[in-house]
């Protein structure tokens, strides 16, 4: 069974250094979204991509966060530089089509501990 | 704003029993629903979807009930395994669509 492919599975990192998290959606899914978990909390959209264009970045900090998906199928997120409230899982999902009633499938997610 | 939310944040329930877990929206405009299953350490797994213009929709062991008038959405899930212990997440489009708004979730413990 196909799966999104994201690592490293768990970062820890110390505070103001740069960290970046790499995300493989399923084969041929066109969309792929960033969501941030806090503990405890339900997933929270950082970004989202159709192919290699960003079309929704309304939630991400765009002053330490950056993220690129540029021949529109695997993707990277940047966070630098990291702050003690950046701690948490962040979690890749891609969904074949942008449509509202698709399925979006996760990945397990990338663990970041910032110290 | 609007928000997607949960009545209860823990659940036990007995091995064999059956479980219903709630969910209540505010947003109106809302016209898909997807609950998903979390396990610890895991990322969020789909169980099943609802569209706004039905109520009711069943899968294998699993039913989910939404209710347009009052906004509301349930989870059942029928003879409840240990498996199915985990964090259960209802979630829905945003306004602007494509990106799903997810609630708080509701904690599922089977006990023998």
């Known amino acids: 069974e196909a799966e999104v492919a994201q690592s490293p599975r768990y970062k820890i990192t110390e505070k103001s250094q740069a960290v970046a998290f790499w995300c493989d959606p399923i084969s041929g899914h066109a969309t792929l979204y960033w969501y941030r978990q806090i503990l405890g909390q339900g997933p929270e959209l950082l970004v989202q991509?159709?192919?290699?264009?960003?079309?929704?970045d309304s939630q991400l900090p765009k002053d330490r966060f950056s993220a690129e998906r540029l021949k529109g199928v695997d993707s990277t997120l940047k966070i630098q530089p990291a702050e003690l409230g950046d701690s948490a899982m962040y979690l890749c999902?891609?969904?074949?089509?942008?449509?509202?009633?698709?399925?979006?499938?996760f990945g397990a997610g990338t663990r970041l501990s910032v110290l | 704003g609007e928000s997607v939310g949960l009545h209860l944040p823990t659940l036990s329930v007995q091995e064999g029993d059956n479980s219903i877990i709630n969910c209540a929206y505010s947003?109106?405009?809302?016209?898909?629903f997807i609950w998903y299953k979390q396990e610890s350490g895991k990322g969020p797994q789909f169980i099943i979807d609802i569209r706004s213009n039905m109520d009711k929709r069943q899968g294998q062991r699993v039913t989910v009930l939404l209710n347009k008038t009052v906004k509301h959405l349930s989870l059942q899930i029928a003879a409840t395994q240990p498996g199915d212990s985990a964090v259960y997440f209802c979630a829905e489009t945003k306004n602007s669509g494509y990106a799903l708004n997810f609630g708080k979730g509701t904690s599922l413990l089977v006990t023998p």
């Open positions: 999902a891609s969904s074949p089509k942008r449509e509202i009633k698709n399925i979006q499938y």
């Open positions: 947003n109106s405009a809302s016209d898909y």
């Open positions: 991509f159709q192919d290699e264009s960003v079309v929704d």
